[in-house]
C-alpha cells in the first residue's frame, strides 16, 4: 500500500476534511502546518497514516471556487463545480435579491446556473411565481418545474440534467431544498453518518457542505446547509459585471472603458436600461453589488 494518495475532498469540518480515494476508502484528513482550508470538490494529494486518517499534502489546481460570506469574511465551501441548482418554490415567497446574487456567483465563476421552481402543485401561486422568474428565463437560465415530493417527476425531469456532472444544490429553508436531497439521494442520512464517523466529528456535522454520490454514480451532488448568498465580497469589479451577462453586449458602447455603469455619460447598460433592455431589478442588483464591494474594499484595504 503506497503511502501517497490522490482523492477528492468530500466533507468538510472545522480544519478536518474527509477524502475519498479512488476505491471509496473514507479517510480523515488535516492540513499540515497552516496550509489552506480544502473546500469539498478539491482534489487533493494526500500522505496516508494509518489506514482511517492522512495528511493533506497539497490541493490540486481548481477550475472555479466558491465562497459563502458574511458581513465579516468570506469562506470557500466549494471547488471544481460544473452546475449551480437553485432550489426556489411557489409558497412561500422566494427572496429574488438572493436568487440575483446567487446566479452573478455562478456566473463570474463559470458555473452553469439552473433554476428548480419546486411545489408546482400549488397552483394558486404558480402564476406569480413564474412571473417573478420572467427576467431570469429571458436570460436564458433553465427553469425545471416540479414537486420535490413526486418521485417520478423529480426522476424524468431534473435527474438528466445531473448526469456526468458535479451539482451544488441552494436553497433557502422552506423551499424544499432538504425534500428534493432525500429524492435524489435516498441514502443521503447514511452517507452522512458515515461522513460524519470519518470526521470523527459525531453529531455536529449537520451544518457541513457535504458531496453525495447520485445512484448508480452518474454524477454528484453537493448540498450546502442553509442558503448564504455566494460570498460575493471577494469578487473584483470585473468578476461582479462578469456576473451579470446581459449586460456583455451593451459595455461595448460606453464611452469610457472604466465605465462603473451607474451615472457616466454615454454608458452603454444606463442606455440599453432606458430601452427595457436591461431588467431594471438586475441593474439595482448589480450596484448594491458595487456599492457592497467598494465599502468592504475601503474598510478592508
Not at 477524502?19 to 489552506?36: F, I, N, S
Not at 486518517?53 to 489546481?61: F, H, N, Q, R, S
Not at 446566479?103 to 421552481?117: E, H, K, Q, R
Not at 438528466?160 to 433557502?172: E, N, Y
Request: glycine share 8%; proline share 4%.
Amino acid at each position: 500500500m503506497t503511502d501517497r494518495a490522490t482523492g477528492r475532498v468530500v466533507a468538510a469540518h472545522g480544519r478536518h476534511c474527509s477524502v475519498e480515494l479512488a476505491d471509496g476508502t473514507l479517510l480523515r484528513c488535516y492540513p499540515r502546518g497552516k496550509k489552506t482550508d480544502a473546500a469539498v470538490g478539491d482534489q487533493v494529494e494526500i500522505l496516508r497514516q494509518g489506514t482511517t486518517e492522512g495528511a493533506l499534502e497539497k490541493i490540486l489546481p481548481r477550475r472555479n471556487l466558491l465562497y459563502r460570506s458574511d458581513e465579516a469574511r468570506s469562506k470557500q465551501f466549494a471547488a471544481n463545480v460544473d452546475q449551480l441548482l437553485i432550489v426556489v418554490a411557489v409558497v412561500p415567497p422566494f427572496s429574488e435579491d438572493l436568487l440575483g446574487r446567487a446566479l452573478a456567483g455562478a456566473w463570474s465563476a463559470d458555473i452553469t446556473p439552473v433554476i428548480v421552481l419546486n411545489k408546482v402543485d400549488l397552483v394558486d401561486g404558480l402564476a406569480h411565481a413564474r412571473a417573478s422568474l420572467a427576467p431570469i428565463i429571458r436570460l436564458g437560465v433553465p427553469v425545471i418545474e416540479l414537486c420535490a415530493k413526486d418521485y417520478d417527476q423529480v426522476h424524468e425531469r431534473l435527474l438528466p440534467l445531473l448526469a456526468g456532472k458535479t451539482s451544488i444544490l441552494l436553497g433557502q429553508s422552506a423551499m424544499g431544498k432538504s425534500t428534493l436531497l432525500n429524492m435524489l439521494i435516498p441514502d443521503a442520512l447514511a452517507a452522512t453518518r458515515e461522513h460524519s464517523v470519518a470526521l470523527g466529528a459525531g453529531r455536529h456535522t449537520t451544518t457541513a457542505t457535504r458531496l453525495y454520490h447520485l445512484p448508480g454514480n452518474v454524477g454528484d451532488l453537493i448540498d450546502s446547509p442553509g442558503f448564504q448568498a455566494f460570498g460575493l465580497l471577494h469578487l473584483t469589479h470585473e468578476e461582479i459585471q462578469r456576473g451579470f451577462p446581459e449586460f456583455r453586449a451593451h459595455i461595448e458602447q460606453c464611452r469610457f472603458y472604466n465605465c462603473t455603469h451607474q451615472h457616466e455619460p454615454g454608458c452603454g447598460i444606463l442606455a440599453a436600461l432606458a430601452r427595457g433592455e436591461i431588467d431594471a431589478a438586475r441593474h439595482a442588483l448589480y450596484v448594491r453589488l458595487i456599492h457592497a464591494h467598494q465599502a468592504h474594499e475601503s474598510h478592508h484595504g
